[in-house]
Nanobody, 124 residues
Framework: QVQLVESGGGLVQAGGSLRLSCAAS????????MGWFRQAPRKERDFIAA????????YYADSVKGRFTISRDNAKNTVYLQMNSLKPEDTAVYYC?????????????????WGQGTQVTVSS
């Protein structure tokens, strides 16, 4: 069993930055692909970014490409999401997810473990 705990959310003005962290329990973190998703009120959960087990490949939704960066530190069992140039439409609950297969994918149903989420609010 893997437990994921997100942190780093909060309130920020448009144009600002936040860095989300997702700390994972367990000794096999380094073999998992990791993803970030977000869900705004009354909307579906959307893919944001993903990273392979090694960190060698990353993937982004078009809506965040060039603004967000996903990274991981396997020694710390942590994955990060650096968010720059934030916009009000980025407001959502952000979730990290782990996939036992080391291959990163954009489909939420293919992830095995989820965190509880952290709220990000961007004011205009």
């Amino acid at each position: 069993q893997v437990q994921l705990v997100e942190s780093g959310g909060g309130l920020v003005q448009a144009g600002g930055s936040l860095r989300l962290s997702c700390a994972a329990s367990g000794r096999t973190f380094s073999s998992y692909a990791m993803g970030w998703f977000r869900q705004a009120p009354r909307k579906e959960r959307d893919f944001i970014a993903a990273i392979t087990w090694s960190g060698g490949n990353t993937y982004y939704a078009d809506s965040v490409k060039g603004r967000f960066t996903i990274s991981r530190d396997n020694a710390k069992n942590t994955v990060y999401l650096q968010m720059n140039s934030l916009k009000p439409e980025d407001t959502a609950v952000y979730y990290c997810a782990a996939r036992v297969s080391g291959l990163a994918v954009v489909t939420s149903a293919l992830y095995d473990y989820w965190g509880q989420g952290t709220q990000v609010t961007v004011s205009s």
